[in-house]
């Protein structure tokens, strides 16, 4: 690989790359920041007038099929097209399904909005770090490398963070004019703008566009599409097609049911494997399967924590930071006017015709329905509210300010010879992230939520509670499997990472669809907190076994 003569510090491609994922991710949590608001809003005021099942059941496909293209895209790029020119076709494709969905026009132009946004994560989302890593695999950056994802992981969350202020601006400044539509503009304005920087940036990374030649034992595409696909696909088919549903919906079951063959010829893998290579493999298997429930949790951000915000949350701007809101257009008003709400009961669960389409009458605005008394404006004053969407950016906000602070405990573990291995750090995260959920557990229990709201404080806790989880798993996940994976198969347990991100994302959706079911909702929360905390206790023994096989595979392939 010929490299640009650098001068000292980091290459300049990393901060293309840095810049170029930032309006990526601009343009991501944009979307899925709003994406349900947008479902669930009445047609009146622009949106799509869903229930909150089948609101949540489309967002929780949406992300599920994100994070598994990658895997596709990923080997598409190793074997045939290359990174760059994988990532112009997928941030090409990215900003079409985001116009799309800015034309707010027919379900069919919906969907192939987000057909071409699935489709086009899924050549650009692995491809950009592999380029990152093949930057810094000079021997002389190699030291950097773990610094630079940090700086890169950086430039992830500011575009999360920044994203939902400007979608908020757009959408409450246009709301009489498809304010929705405009907003998903700009996520698609902001993928045009990471192809175009990504462009003019093209001479400091091409060096690093290298195609990697066939391994023995490689697994060829062909291959992978008859033994994992194509099942699949059938599967799936079934799923959507048997009558009635299983879990909530004909998406939800065409998911799940097309994941039981992948499921299988995974551990189909596992079993054939010998010696080392199945201690490898069943390694990674264990960890992927605790990884689940993380990205459950994860995903909740998109889903019932958006709903939490929206419906049972104190979200009235104190008077005194309001003034400093105003610039960024993140107010909504209220007030106890007649105007069009959806038709609930007394769990707030919307009423839909047959079509499933939410019915609407006038009313109060529904804010007001689970708002004490006291609360309540004057007769011919406004309530003023942060917008639901702002509450996403949250979780970027708690990343930026305690990456140094985790950074400096594992530091301070490592100079103390108690550095945390890294299926200590998934068993740990994984409870840390429960501890997450039991924090909303407390909230839901704090009150009697159908008749007061809660602070804003309690998912501002759990926020921040959770970044610390993300903190000790995400970042390891990629680079984990890269390690241990045996060297034949690194594609497809590369493809094992992003399916276990995918799984998350679903099931996710598929228990937010469930929301309206819960009349006590502690209920809901509690089960994702008993499931990581029984993960965590379950991993905690295994860890010494497993970094065994962790730091032996390491080692073997160095």
Aim: overall charge positive; aromatic content about 14%; proline content about 4%.
């Amino acid at each position: 690989m010929q490299a640009l003569p650098e001068k000292k510090g980091h290459p300049r491609g990393l901060y293309v790359l840095f810049f170029t994922e930032m309006w990526e991710r601009f343009g991501y949590y944009l979307m899925i920041g709003i994406f349900y608001l947008y479902l669930n809003d009445t047609v009146g005021h622009g949106g799509r007038g869903m229930d909150t099942a089948s609101a949540v059941s489309i967002v929780g496909t949406y992300v599920a099929l994100i994070y598994l293209t990658p895997f596709i895209g990923g080997l598409i790029a190793d074997r045939y097209l290359g990174y760059i020119k994988s990532i112009f076709l997928g941030g090409g494709l990215l900003a079409l399904g985001y116009f799309l969905l800015a034309l707010n026009g027919s379900d069919a132009v919906m969907y192939s909005g987000l057909f071409f946004a699935i489709v086009g994560n899924g050549f650009f989302k692995p491809n950009i770090s592999t380029l990152l890593g093949n930057i810094y695999n000079r021997p002389d950056l190699k030291p950097k490398k773990d610094i630079a994802y940090n700086i890169f992981y950086m430039g992830i969350n500011t575009g999360a963070l920044v994203c939902n202020f400007v979608a908020a601006y757009l959408h409450n400044k246009y709301q009489d004019n498809n304010g929705w539509g405009i907003a998903f503009s700009a996520a698609g304005f902001g993928m045009a703008l990471s192809v175009i920087w990504f462009a003019f940036g093209l001479k400091h990374i091409k060096h690093a566009d290298v195609i990697k030649p066939v391994q023995e034992g490689d697994m060829p595409i062909s291959k992978i599409f008859i033994q994992v696909f194509l099942p699949a696909i059938i599967a799936g088919l079934i799923g959507w097609f048997i009558p009635g549903n299983i879990l909530g919906s004909d998406s939800n079951d065409a998911f799940i049911f097309a994941c039981v063959p992948i499921i299988i010829f995974y551990f189909n893998l596992w079993h054939r494997a010998k010696g080392f290579e199945r201690k490898r493999i069943s390694t990674l298997l264990i960890l992927f399967g605790v990884s689940i429930i993380f990205w459950n949790i994860y995903n909740q951000n998109s889903t019932a924590l958006t709903i939490w915000a929206q419906t049972y949350t104190d979200r009235e701007a104190p008077k005194a930071i309001q003034p400093a809101l105003v610039p960024f257009g993140s107010l909504e008003s209220v007030n106890t006017n007649p105007t069009e709400v959806p038709i609930v009961d007394q769990q707030f669960r919307a009423k839909t015709d047959a079509n499933g389409k939410v019915l609407t009458q006038q009313g109060t605005d529904l804010y007001f329905q689970n708002l004490q008394k006291d609360k309540y404006p004057p007769p011919g004053q406004d309530l003023k509210l942060v917008s639901t969407n702002i509450y996403q950016s949250i979780n970027p906000f708690w990343i930026i300010v305690l990456t140094p602070l985790v950074v400096a405990f594992f530091n301070w573990m490592k100079a103390r010879k108690k550095e945390l291995s890294t299926p200590s750090k998934f068993a740990w995260g994984t409870l840390i992230a429960g501890l997450s959920s039991v924090v909303m557990v407390i909230a839901c229990l704090s009150t009697n939520i159908y008749t007061n709201k809660v602070s804003s404080w309690w998912i501002i806790s759990s926020y921040g509670v959770f970044t610390i989880s993300e903190l000790f798993v995400s970042p390891v996940g990629l680079s984990l499997t890269s390690k241990v994976a045996p060297r034949r198969l690194t594609a497809l347990m590369m493809g094992g990472w992003f399916i276990t991100t995918s799984l998350g994302g679903k099931i996710s959706g598929i228990l937010a669809g469930f929301w309206d079911k819960f009349d006590n909702k502690a209920v809901f929360f509690s089960i994702s907190a008993v499931a990581a905390i029984v993960a965590c206790f379950l991993l905690l023994p295994l860890t010494k076994r497993l970094n065994t096989v962790v730091e032996a595979a390491a080692a073997a392939d160095d």
